[in-house]
């Protein structure tokens, strides 16, 4: 069966600081990897997708930066973290082509 | 831009009530889900419409896809305080193949025992 592990669940991170969120999938090959960030009870804002190693669409303007340096790695990076970079932070991944999306459990990052 | 919009935002309710969550768009989706996610976690599916008109079924939650595959609902029967949680409705473009979901804002649901 697949699974999607996310760490680390959470992170407490200076302001100017490097940020590295990893997210790894079991199970499958090939798949659309994503990054959502969610505000507090709120919806998902689609921050990249992948489609395939180094493919990595951006959605929105950040401070962010995605990287797919294997098939089932995707990593979410910031070499300056700002405070309105708190939040949290979803990994999922997604069968090609398909509909449904399978989520981390989540990082919760607090940028002081 | 594609858009979905769920109301209400929040509802709070006793136990044994029921309840209808709607999401509406003006764009049509070649599917639509539901995800149910509790506090600090990720969400998780609940179910995939993709037909026009379609209804299913889960225990005490019915979803229905709208016939122009514009909106949806999920209606719960008898909810219990293990309802309880931030429910999300998502769509698919029908003209993206990348799988990519546009996700309406949610509608935090608070079931009282």
């Known amino acids: 069966s697949q699974t999607i592990h996310q760490w680390p669940a959470t992170l407490v991170q200076p302001v100017g600081s490097p940020l590295s969120l990893e997210c790894t999938v079991e199970g499958t090959s090939n798949p659309n990897l994503y990054w959502y960030r969610q505000a507090a009870g709120r919806g998902l804002q689609l921050l990249f997708y992948?489609?395939?190693?180094?493919?990595i669409s951006s959605e929105v303007p950040q401070n962010l930066s995605a990287s797919r340096p294997q098939d089932r790695q995707f990593i979410l990076s910031s070499k300056k973290l700002l405070l309105s970079d708190s939040g949290f932070y979803l990994c999922a991944w997604s069968v090609q082509s398909y509909t449904e999306a399978f989520f981390g459990q989540g990082t919760r990052l607090t940028v002081v | 831009t594609q858009l979905l919009e769920q109301s209400p935002q929040f509802l709070s309710i006793q136990e044994g009530e029921n309840l209808t969550v709607y999401c509406n768009s003006s764009s049509v989706f070649s599917s639509l889900q539901w995800y149910r996610q509790e506090p600090g976690e990720g969400p998780v599916l609940l179910v995939t419409?993709?037909?026009?008109?379609e209804v299913k079924k889960l225990k005490r939650l019915t979803f229905q896809f709208g016939d122009a595959r514009k909106d949806s609902s999920l209606h719960i029967t008898a909810a219990q305080p293990g309802d309880t949680g931030l429910y999300l409705c998502?769509?698919?473009?029908?003209?993206?193949?990348?799988?990519?979901?546009?996700f309406g804002q949610g509608t935090t649901l608070q079931v009282k025992p």
């Open positions: 992948s489609i395939g190693i180094d493919q």
């Open positions: 419409v993709v037909t026009g008109g």
């Open positions: 998502a769509g698919k473009n029908g003209s993206s193949n990348t799988g990519k979901l546009i």
